[in-house]
């Protein structure tokens, strides 16, 4: 069995949890995200500012990759989400599939850098994200790296699928699980 890790990225506020969680519940896989990880850190060991942030994101790294190996190691595909950096993330992405043998398939969430800063911001500003992210506090740089252009995908070997968040109710997830399933070799169904 070749397990998948199905790799949700995109830039921030760009959908990739909904994405994410949708197509893993879809496919019936466990959907690990670095923010799942990085709130559960925040609300046991607490959270200060943009520098305790950035340092608790880190740790949330190695635990999604950590989680993401155990899963796959016994064969179990696995979704794994956050806004993947092609410098920083490359390397432990190979190694994950070096140690664990998993093939790769890219969901690559994009829509235009002004609706996802107006996202961003109303995100940030409605109160309901974990206050440990201290996005408030960051908007301006946040901005700026959303406005750098589109996001760029990993370069990894595998499907490579960009999905358009301009619109959520245009999204065509059946298609899109579809194309992933039909790039199953054989014999890689998914434990449950």
């Known amino acids: 069995m070749t397990p998948l890790a199905l790799v949700i990225t995109g830039g921030p506020a760009s959908g990739k949890t909904t994405i994410g969680k949708r197509l893993a519940r879809e496919m019936g896989l466990p959907f690990l995200s670095k923010d799942m990880l990085k709130e559960t850190l925040f609300d046991t060991v607490g959270w200060s500012d943009r520098e305790w942030s950035r340092k608790l994101g880190a740790a949330s790294m190695r635990l999604l990759y950590r ?97 358009d968040t301009t619109d959520f109710e245009a999204i065509d997830y059946a298609g899109i699980v579809r194309r992933l399933s039909s790039r199953r070799p054989e014999g890689s169904e998914s434990r449950r």
């Not at 064969?75 to 092609?86: G, K, R, T, W």
């Not at 390397?91 to 829509?111: I, K, S, W």
């Not at 960051?138 to 901005?143: G, V």
């Open 67 to 163: 989680c993401a190996e155990a899963l796959l190691e016994v064969d179990h595909s696995v979704v794994i989400e956050s806004n993947f950096y092609p410098d920083f993330d490359t390397p432990p992405m190979l190694e994950l599939q070096r140690q664990t043998g998993c093939r790769f398939a890219q969901v690559l969430c994009e829509a235009p850098g002004p609706m996802l800063v107006e996202r961003f911001r109303s995100r940030e500003l409605s109160g309901e994200r974990h206050p440990g992210h201290a996005g408030q506090a960051s908007l301006e740089e946040i901005e700026q790296i959303i406005l750098r252009g589109p996001w760029p995908a990993l370069p990894i070997d595998g499907e490579l699928i960009r999905v």
